[in-house]
């Protein structure tokens, strides 16, 4: 059964001491060639626990995770446990996949518990990782849906509800406009055409005749959007085809679940001049520091991401090689620095 740790010892929670205690999983071999491993997230609160099992890609049932590796440093354990409950080893974590499998595991919204995650279900040495990568396109387009995980929720609770919040109301207050920003085809002909668009000024409890302070920028929710929006999502190669090969695709801040087009659609209004470019112009000083170069980057690659789902939607899936192209070609420039 489970190891009885002392919890009197304040050490004896600490992952070195832990992996001290057990062994580091011993993957069972794929039998077949269509064969991954997905898992179950276990609801146990004091440390990741989950089971492994071996499917076929093609029989589904499973939620596939999109998430940043981050540092590559593996300071994290999750425990592989049998049918019985008993400890067959760990395996080790980047502190992202942490903080993303503990908002999995407390996320109510995610009904689920069987999820496919790279760093868990291929084991990351030998020759077997070569052929599951090769397997990723099939995994993420045979998930039930694909969750991106956009990182914790902000230390303020209160900011966090009213990031959402404004998040939700943008995105039903523009709704008129995403039609005419799909049909421009890029974001200079949709600022071009922007006298077109049928709502060209922000939600009226938005709207004041002030400047833009710092405690608006916060109190209203702009900072946390700004930081949920323009996060390392939207700055990475990896998410070409893991955002595209599925329909069904939410995205993960904290526990909490967002529409992907709701924050997709963020960098894009932006791009359009319909939201205020001082809230955008203060995050860039404030958080990244970086050129005017590197936002017209993302929120291109953004809108082709975004465009090139909603052509899948109106169209199928047989645009998806297409928006793959594009997408790569947007991506060249940006950051990829996952060890995959």
């Known amino acids: 059964m489970k190891n009885e740790l002392v919890d009197s010892d304040p050490g004896s929670q600490h992952p070195e001491f832990l992996r001290s205690q057990i062994s580091r999983y011993n993957y069972e071999s794929l039998d077949r060639p269509d064969k991954i491993r997905t898992l179950k997230l276990h609801a146990t609160k004091e440390r990741i626990e989950c089971s492994l099992q071996q499917i076929s890609f093609s029989e589904g049932g499973y939620e596939a995770l999109s998430y940043v590796w981050g540092s590559s440093d593996q300071l994290f354990n999750a425990y592989i446990l049998d049918e019985d409950g008993n400890e067959l080893g760990y395996i080790p974590l980047t502190a992202n996949l942490q903080t993303a499998l503990c908002d999995l595991r407390d996320a109510e919204e995610v009904t689920t518990n069987v999820f496919w995650i790279d760093q868990i279900c291929i084991k990351q040495d030998g020759e077997e990782k070569n052929h599951q990568v090769a397997l990723m396109g099939d995994i993420y387009r045979n998930a039930a849906r694909?969750?991106?995980?956009?990182?914790?929720?902000?230390?303020?609770?209160?900011?966090?509800?009213?990031?959402?919040?404004?998040?939700?109301?943008?995105?039903?207050?523009?709704?008129?406009?995403?039609?005419?920003?799909?049909?421009?085809?890029?974001?200079?002909?949709?600022?071009?055409?922007?006298?077109?668009?049928?709502?060209?000024?922000?939600?009226?409890?938005?709207?004041?005749?002030?400047?833009?302070?710092?405690?608006?920028?916060?109190?209203?929710?702009?900072?946390?959007?700004?930081?949920?929006?323009?996060?390392?999502?939207?700055?990475?190669?990896?998410?070409?085809?893991?955002?595209?090969?599925?329909?069904?695709?939410?995205?993960?801040?904290?526990?909490?679940?967002?529409?992907?087009?709701?924050?997709?659609?963020?960098?894009?209004?932006?791009?359009?001049?319909?939201?205020?470019?001082?809230?955008?112009?203060?995050?860039?000083?404030?958080?990244?520091?970086?050129?005017?170069?590197?936002?017209?980057?993302?929120?291109?690659?953004?809108?082709?991401?975004?465009?090139?789902?909603?052509?899948?939607?109106?169209?199928?899936?047989?645009?998806?090689?297409?928006?793959?192209?594009?997408?790569?070609?947007?991506?060249?420039?940006?950051?990829?620095?996952?060890?995959?």
């Open 146 to 340: 694909v969750i991106t995980y956009l990182g914790p929720a902000v230390a303020d609770e209160n900011e966090e509800k009213c990031g959402i919040a404004l998040l939700q109301l943008l995105q039903r207050h523009f709704s008129d406009n995403y039609a005419l920003i799909y049909e421009a085809g890029g974001l200079l002909p949709a600022l071009l055409m922007k006298s077109k668009f049928p709502v060209v000024t922000l939600p009226e409890d938005l709207q004041d005749e002030a400047d833009f302070d710092k405690e608006k920028y916060v109190v209203q929710g702009w900072r946390w959007l700004l930081q949920v929006a323009y996060s390392q999502w939207a700055r990475r190669l990896w998410i070409v085809q893991e955002q595209l090969l599925n329909q069904k695709l939410v995205m993960l801040h904290g526990s909490s679940l967002l529409s992907w087009d709701a924050v997709a659609s963020i960098p894009l209004l932006f791009a359009v001049q319909l939201l205020p470019k001082q809230y955008l112009d203060r995050f860039w000083q404030e958080h990244l520091q970086s050129s005017c170069l590197q936002v017209l980057r993302i929120e291109d690659s953004v809108y082709a991401l975004w465009h090139a789902r909603q052509m899948m939607k109106k169209m199928g899936r047989a645009q998806v090689g297409r928006g793959l192209l594009q997408n790569m070609a947007m991506h060249q420039t940006l950051e990829c620095w996952d060890p995959r």
